[in-house]
């Protein structure tokens, strides 16, 4: 260390950058750039004095402070670096000095620094190892001679920056020869621990960071590296040592697994097992980063660990995690006290990371596709071990229950589902109330990952244990029960009608005691549930239920406010349920109530805001137009929400609560919570168009100037996206005014021309650099609203020029959104229908085609959606402008692109065919020969997309002519996938692909058998029969409306096929399985009750003898539902 005195001014700026006081630092902060800027060459070698200087003239404080800006200045993308204006002799004397303190300056975390500042100025100055033996050819023979002769402080800090730089000439060490494995082993086999862990440490960083092939001279060299890393776990005095070294190792396990297969996963894995068994630990960082290595080998080797020779390793793992839950607070009274604490957690940490653990594994296994092959078996094995123990106690089934709970939502049999209930079934009634507690858990967990086939198929068994437990004493046990109940949505009235006054009497007095504020909210949620399902069943109790509802509502206070929410939300869903002609008296009361809430505005954690949105949106729902005389007292409050505009924040603003964007140049921003009021705000503005209808016409103007600015709202993707739905409500209401003549004819124009104005102006701003994000973001949000608002407006809105224009820039920015060469095909996001949504859509996500965030295939398909909303709409002025223009971008797509690009082009052609129908026969010699090939093809998304082409061209006479070569390939596809399609619900992205691509071909081969019998090739009959075997989708609900609309269209003619007596048993199964499901919707639903209730009760009683026990209690329902359905058609009739 040199001891010149530095100079005072810079000591000062160092000072006062470390200052507490914001204002003090800032100033520093402008004086630092200054210098940066205006003389950087002074800057820096005045940080060198204070760098060099003793502790005597300039404090560890000022030293550490000096080598961080140091650093600044010397990084190549920071607003402080300078290393470019430096002079030759700054750039040296920087590099000689900071070798210096690197290994001879006193302060530990100086020479850590120092040694961040070595690897940043050699990654400036160098790309390569050649580049930097020019750059800096002292570096690497410095740190090789402090290795090899300097004492361990020097030793550790030069392996630190090899460490750092193991990127830039590791590959380069190793093949040079054996000097660097050599230098490695030295350095494992070093007294010091710092030095050993330091080697570990630098050989970890070459598996993490260099390619499998160079890393073959490491392998000897792990034995002494597990030898290191057991030695550290049995010395308390290298504990430091022994954190740093196990988070390299998660590192490198989490990049590389595949080394560690090869070279010492045997030896390490039972070590580290120990280590994650032990609680001794000083530090309980130890424990945890033991188990996350274990994690990550798991989850780098998952199908390994499935396999026979595997499971070993899987079981081990099990049984730690499951071992780990056992850490739980014993105390009951204490437990139970915390029943109304939002944190109540007061079991040891490892408890959730145990339960977290699980979760992961079955995430993974179920992405592999080896849950239930492998990981389901071993994972019962492990708890049927673990209770057959004679000390197994509530701990130990807790646990198990608990490990249930975490894995259940990836199951996919139906088989597992009921395994795992059977399982969490005899716990409910365990005697320690913990245990109780779990149980309950796990069958509320089990019932809202598996809704509705829980509550179909288990309800009857289930019900009577649920009142049981809303009996216990226990109240947070109770609250469970009450918690599972509310889970299973979807129960059928037959079987809630045995217990209903067990259920209602119950929850009435649980609430009515009102024991903690949990069990309130919990049995608010419970009610609205058994109200929902229970149908008329629940009429006798509405009179006494809804006055305790709008007491609660009515209740003041601050401390009242989550309860008031789950009040409002309650009576809001009972309205749903009763209907209008019940509810109505009870609604303008409520809403009285509710219009005040509106007034005085919203505090920014005020948990009612949230139901009091959603309670309105129902309200208005039930009342439609009757709801109109509120309106003038909700708009302008809904307005005044809405006009909240971002404000320009500071950059070093590090706040959660603000989002922020950088618009023109500024960062703007707006606290999260005002933009979620104003998300929620925008969905209640959509509900109330929709309830009123064409009475919203009043207030259509002010509302579009409203939303106007929201359709771009660069801080919130999401307050932009729900503008632009709103929008869609808007335009419809104008359809609507227009059509009942409520208003000029061109407010529809009007309404669609201002939108599209907007958006295709901003669309167009997509930068040439389609790999931003944020513009893809923005431009697949335009494009989708775009879609959804053109299908919204109908026909004869858009004249010629306005199509032409839209498909030239639609085409253009198509081409733009380039693609990364040899990326996997995705699924096309969900279309949007341009229909109104059922009020069940919003369920449906794991069954929709969006496998995650924006990306620019998803880009693509958004802008050809756009394209496809004109054919729909303005079907004329397309093919006269546009056709041509699409089909040229088409065919290019077509035979120059790759898996995407095809892709994309058979979406296209689908649309081209369904839309335009005989218009696009002239161009089916481009792609309809193509597309029924590959119907077979190893991708599964342009499988899809080729059945839907051929799948709407049957529709068309000439189809004829490839029609037996269409069904044959469609039959390939279902005799490959057809089976476990039945079997099996997608989960991860590849087996929705599969499952995708299955339910098109599907859905083609009955167009291909209804429009083109007689072509299909040999007898249509087996066709017919391989339809209805595969009937209904499962996947896509889009094609399983169709498909089962289709069936029903068949019934309705009396067509053969499905009218023939040994096909009927069949035809009704398709039907009970489609009815209500994941993949149908509520018109549906609404005629397949009618058809089967058209069928008559005696003849439909008869056929269901032939199905399984589920599907014939199924089938009443349905029958009752038909029937109901029939009797208020008469009603309306008279």
């Not at 996947?1035 to 169709?1042: Q, Y």
Request: charged share 25%; net charge negative.
């Amino acid at each position: 260390m040199a001891n010149g005195t530095p100079p005072a001014g810079i000591c000062e700026l160092m000072r006062a950058l470390q200052n507490s006081d914001n204002a003090i630092r800032s100033e520093a902060e402008k004086k630092l750039m200054e210098a940066v800027k205006g003389a950087p060459d002074q800057l820096v070698l005045e940080l060198l004095a204070v760098l060099g200087a003793s502790n005597e003239s300039a404090s560890v404080e000022l030293r550490q402070e000096a080598v961080v800006v140091l650093r600044q200045c010397a990084m190549e993308h920071n607003s402080k670096s300078c290393w470019k204006s430096l002079q030759n002799t700054t750039k040296e004397a920087l590099k000689e000095q900071i070798l210096v303190s690197l290994t001879k300056d006193p302060s530990l975390p100086v020479r850590r620094n120092a040694a961040n500042v070595v690897s940043t100025v050699a990654s400036t100055c160098a790309n390569s190892y050649s580049e930097l033996v020019k750059e800096w050819p002292r570096l690497l023979l410095f740190l090789s001679e402090t290795i090899s002769s300097g004492q361990a402080p020097q030793v550790t800090a030069c392996l630190k920056v090899l460490t750092e730089l193991v990127d830039l000439i590791g590959e380069e060490l190793l093949k040079q020869g054996p000097q660097t494995v050599a230098l490695l082993q030295t350095c494992l086999q070093s007294p010091p621990g710092e030095v050993r862990a330091a080697a570990v440490q630098l050989l970890f960083q070459m598996v993490e960071d260099l390619e499998e092939e160079v890393l073959t001279p490491l392998g000897p060299l792990m034995p002494q590296t597990i030898e290191v890393i057991k030695g550290f776990a049995m010395a308390s005095e290298h504990e430091d040592c022994l954190k740093e070294t196990l988070e390299a190792l998660i590192s490198s396990a989490e990049e590389e697994p595949e080394f560690f297969k090869a070279h010492g996963l045997q030896q390490l894995w039972p070590l580290l097992l120990e280590m994650c068994k032990a609680d001794h630990w000083a530090d309980s960082a130890v424990r945890h980063s033991a188990m996350e290595a274990v994690m990550s080998f798991f989850e780098g080797l998952c199908e390994d660990f499935c396999k026979p020779e595997g499971l070993p390793f899987l079981e081990q793992l099990l049984t730690l995690n499951i071992q780990w839950m056992l850490e739980v607070e014993t105390n009951v009274e204490l437990w139970t006290s915390k029943a109304d604490e939002e944190d109540d957690e007061i079991d040891e940490d490892i408890v959730d990371i145990g339960e977290e653990n699980l979760d992961r594994m079955a995430s993974h296994c179920a992405e592999k596709d080896v849950l239930e092959d492998a990981f389901m078996p071993a994972l019962f094995k492990v708890m049927r071990a673990i209770l057959s123990q004679q000390t197994a106690s509530w701990k130990e089934i807790r646990s198990c229950v608990m490990a249930v709970s975490q894995v259940v939502e990836y199951v996919e049999e139906e088989a597992w589902i009921d395994q795992c209930l059977d399982f969490i079934g005899p716990h409910l009634t365990n005697a320690h109330p913990r245990a109780r507690y779990s149980a309950f858990q796990a069958l509320g967990q089990t019932a809202y990952d598996h809704d509705p086939y829980v509550a179909e198929n288990h309800a009857t068994t289930l019900l009577p244990m649920i009142v049981t437990g809303l009996d216990d004493s226990n109240i947070r046990v109770a609250t469970n029960a009450a918690s599972a109940l509310a889970s299973m949505e979807d129960m059928d009235p037959d079987d809630l009608e045995p217990h209903m006054e067990g259920l209602m009497t119950r929850l009435v007095t649980r609430l009515q005691k009102g024991d903690t504020r949990t069990m309130q909210e919990t049995c608010l949620s419970a009610i609205a549930v058994v109200g929902e399902a229970a149908a008329e069943l629940f009429e006798p109790y509405y009179d006494h239920i809804l006055p305790m509802l709008k007491q609660l509502i009515a209740t003041p206070g601050d401390q009242q406010r989550s309860l008031r929410g789950k009040a409002f939300e309650c009576a809001s869903l009972l309205g749903e349920g009763v209907g209008k002609e019940i509810f109505a008296k009870d609604a303008h009361e409520i809403m009285q109530i509710m219009v005040q809430h509106f007034k005085a505005g919203f505090a920014a954690d005020d948990q009612t805001r949230e139901y009091i949105h959603e309670a309105a949106g129902r309200v208005a729902t039930v009342l439609g137009k009757d709801f109109k005389p509120y309106m003038s007292s909700l708009l302008p409050s809904l307005f005044t929400v809405l006009n909240q505009t971002p404000q320009e924040v500071a950059l070093e603003d590090d706040d959660d609560e603000i989002t922020h964007a950088l618009v023109d140049g500024k960062l703007l921003g707006l606290k999260t919570a005002v933009l979620d009021e104003m998300t929620e705000t925008l969905t209640l503005i959509g509900s109330l168009v929709e309830a009123l209808e064409d009475d919203f016409v009043d207030f259509l103007p002010e509302t579009c100037r409203q939303l106007m600015p929201l359709l771009d709202f660069a801080v919130s993707d999401e307050v932009q996206d729900k503008a632009y739905s709103t929008w869609e409500h808007v335009v419809t209401c104008a359809r609507a005014a227009v059509d009942h003549g409520r208003c000029d004819k061109s407010l529809v124009g009007q309404v669609t021309g201002e939108l599209l104005k907007k958006t295709v102006a901003m669309m167009t701003k997509l930068p040439h650099d389609s790999a931003d994000a944020a513009a893809l973001t923005q431009l697949q949000g335009h494009a989708t609203a775009t879609a959804a608002i053109l299908k919204k407006a109908g026909p004869k809105v858009l004249a010629n020029q306005d199509v032409s224009d839209l498909v030239k820039v639609l085409v253009e920015l198509v081409s733009r959104v380039k693609l990364e060469p040899d990326i996997p095909v995705e699924l096309a996001p969900k279309k949007s229908s341009g229909a109104a949504k059922d009020k069940d859509d919003s369920d449906s996500s794991d069954s929709e085609s969006d496998e995650g965030g924006v990306t620019p295939q998803s880009v693509r398909y958004s802008l050809v959606d756009v394209v496809a909303s004109l054919m729909k709409v303005s079907r004329e002025e397309f093919v006269q402008v546009g056709l041509t223009m699409h089909m040229e971008l088409l065919k290019h797509l077509l035979n120059n692109g790759n898996e995407c690009d095809r892709s994309l082009a058979l979406y296209m052609a689908s649309d081209v065919v369904e839309h335009l129908g005989e218009l696009s026969v002239p161009y089916w010699n481009s792609f309809m020969e193509i597309a029924c090939g590959c119907i077979t093809d190893k991708s599964p998304v342009i499988r899809q997309h080729a059945a839907s082409v051929v799948g709407h061209g049957a529709k068309v006479a000439i189809f004829a002519q490839i029609a037996p070569v269409a069904a044959q390939q469609v039959a390939r596809v279902l005799q490959k996938h057809g089976e476990r399609h039945r079997r099996r619900r997608a989960l991860n992205a590849e087996a929705k692909q599969v499952a995708m691509a299955v339910d098109s071909s599907i859905w083609a081969l009955g167009m291909i058998c209804e429009h083109q019998e007689t072509n299909v090739g040999g007898d249509s009959s087996v066709a017919w029969k391989m339809w209805l075997s595969h009937m209904p989708p499962r996947c896509d609900r889009e094609v399983g409306v169709k498909a089962c609309s289709q069936l029903l269209g068949l019934m309705a003619k009396n067509h053969p096929v499905v009218t023939a007596t040994e096909q009927q048993p069949r035809v009704l199964a398709i039907l009970t399985e489609a009815y209500k499901s994941r993949n149908s919707n509520t018109s549906l639903d609404k005629e397949i009750a009618a058809s089967i209730a058209r069928a008559g009760a005696a003849s439909v009683k008869n056929l269901a003898t032939q199905l399984a026990d589920r599907q014939q209690k199924k089938l009443e329902q349905i029958l009752k539902d038909g029937e109901k359905g029939q009797s208020q058609e008469a009603m309306l009739g008279s």
